[in-house]
C-alpha cells in the first residue's frame, strides 16, 4: 500500500508543476519541511498543521537551489522508526531524522491561534551540525492565512541568504485559493491521505472543490483518492 500512495503524491507533485531534477543535477540543499506544531493545543486546529507544512513545501520547491523531501515518503520514512512528525524535534534528535530524510535541512515551525490571530514561526536546523538558525514569526489573522503564508516563506529565505528572480517570486507567491474554508477542507482531506483512509479524504477533499471550485490543487488531489 505504501507504494501505491507514494506513487499518487508523487504524481500529484508533478500535476502542481513542483520542479523535476535528474539524479545528477540536485540542487544544492535538500530540505525536509516538517508537520508544524499547534501551541494553541486546541484539537479543532490540528488541521493548519499539514496545510501548512504541505504549502511551504510546495512553495519553497519553486527555488532552485533546494530540493524538497517529499512529505509522503517522509511520513513512511519517520513511521517505520516510530518518530513523529511535527514540529518537536531538537539538536539532539535533528541528525538522526536528517539521515532518515536524507535532508541537509529541517524546516520546524509552529503555530498559534487566539480568537482570530494567528502567529506562525519557524526555523532551520543543520542536520550535520545541529546549529538552529534565529526563529523567525509572522502575524496576521486566520482569515489572511495565505499572506501570513507568503511572509513566512519570505522570512525563510532571507534566513538563506537567497535573491530570488522576478519570476521565481512569482511562483512562490501564487496562492490556490482564497478561500479559508476551502483550504481547511483540503487539508483535512490530505491529512486522512497520509494515513491512508482514502474515502475519508476524497470526502473532505470533495468538500473543498465545492468550497472553492477552482482550488486545482483540491481537484487534483480529490482524482487520486477518488
Known sequence: MKWFI???????????????Y?????PRTNIAVLAFYNVSGDPAC????????????VKLAQVPSF?????????DLLGEQKIGDSGLVDAATAPKIGRL??????LLGAYQIQDDALRLSARLVDTTTGEVTTPVSVDGTI?????????LAAAILKNFGITLSPEIEAKIRVTQTVNPAAF????SGLTYL???????????LQLATDFDPQFQLALQTLRFAQ
Open 184 to 187: 481547511q477542507a483540503y487539508s
Open 46 to 57: 490540528d488541521w493548519l498543521s499539514v496545510g501548512i507544512a504541505e504549502t511551504l513545501t
Open 67 to 75: 530540493r524538497l523531501v517529499e512529505r509522503m515518503r517522509m511520513k
Open 101 to 106: 530524510l536524507g535532508a541537509q535541512k529541517l
Open 143 to 151: 482569515e489572511e492565512v495565505f499572506a501570513v503564508e507568503d511572509r
Open 194 to 204: 497520509y494515513q491512508g483512509e482514502f474515502a475519508k479524504a476524497a470526502v473532505a
Open 6 to 20: 507514494g506513487f499518487i503524491v508523487i504524481s500529484v507533485w508533478s500535476l502542481w508543476g513542483l520542479p523535476v
Open 22 to 26: 535528474a539524479d545528477g543535477d540536485l
